[in-house]
Nanobody, 120 residues
Framework: QVQLVESGGGLVQPGGSLRLSCAAS????????MAWHRQGPGNERELVAR???????NYADSVKGRFTISRDNAEKTVYLQMNSLKPEDTAVYYC??????????????WGRGTLVTVSS
């Protein structure tokens, strides 16, 4: 079974920091792009940050300069360092990976999500 497991969410005060982690199953043939999405109360799911296999990144305008996405290919893990958090960052954060099942087949994986609450 292939899956993504997130960790690191929780309650933090405005201006604080959190680091999210997402570990992929070790038996995945190859992991391609990885990303973090989020869905806040009453909002649609949106892309927060994406990272390619070579490490190139892109971010939503709302998090540029505050969030950093990184990955450890050997550990099949992606991270999201979130600094200067704001109440509007409150959301369920979902890990995403585009993976190769073998040489020919690819698919998309989503984690179950981890809740981040920014509140005083």
């Amino acid at each position: 079974q292939v899956q993504l497991v997130e960790s690191g969410g929780g309650l933090v005060q405005p201006g604080g920091s959190l680091r999210l982690s997402c570990a992929a199953s070790k038996n995945i043939f190859r992991i391609n792009d990885m990303a973090w999405h989020r869905q806040g109360p009453g909002n649609e799911r949106e892309l927060v940050a994406r990272i390619s296999t070579t490490g190139s990144t892109n971010y939503a305008d709302s998090v540029k300069g505050r969030f950093t996405i990184s990955r450890d290919n050997a550990e099949k893990t992606v991270y999201l360092q979130m600094n200067s958090l704001k109440p509007e960052d409150t959301a369920v954060y979902y890990c995403y990976a585009h993976i190769s099942l073998d040489t020919y087949r690819t698919t998309e994986l989503w984690g179950r999500g981890t809740l981040v609450t920014v509140s005083s």
